[in-house]
């Protein structure tokens, strides 16, 4: 059993910065990408970031050169850094991770205040 444990959300003025935080737990944690998805209030799920067992990442377009996704193996650690947040940013925050299963955090919740 995986467990995904986010924290670091909050309330934040535009312009300003958060950082997310989120440790796997259990057995099983040789994950093929780990990572971040938000929910916008009224919106559907979409991808923030996210890292290749590789190291390689990817990034939503609306997050790129604002976002930071890092990933410390030793840990089970994924680090989403966000600066220069923006209204459009306020959402949920979920981690995500993947090996063949889909596993999910509990969620976060992110508010930019304009």
């Known amino acids: 059993q995986v467990q995904l444990v986010e924290s670091g959300g909050g309330l934040v003025q535009a312009g300003g910065s958060l950082t997310l935080s989120c440790t796997a737990s259990?057995?099983?944690?040789?994950?093929?990408?780990m990572g971040w998805y938000r929910q916008p209030p009224g919106k559907e799920r979409e991808l923030v970031a996210l890292?290749?067992?590789?190291?390689?990442?990817n990034y939503a377009d609306a997050v790129k050169g604002r976002f930071t996704i890092s990933k410390d193996n030793a840990k089970n650690t994924v680090v989403l850094q966000m600066n220069n947040l923006k209204s459009e940013d306020t959402a949920v925050y979920y981690c995500h991770a993947r090996s063949g299963w889909h596993y999910w955090g509990q969620g976060t919740q992110v508010t930019v205040s304009s």
């Open positions: 890292v290749h067992r590789t190291g390689a990442t």
């Open positions: 259990g057995r099983g944690l040789l994950f093929d990408t």
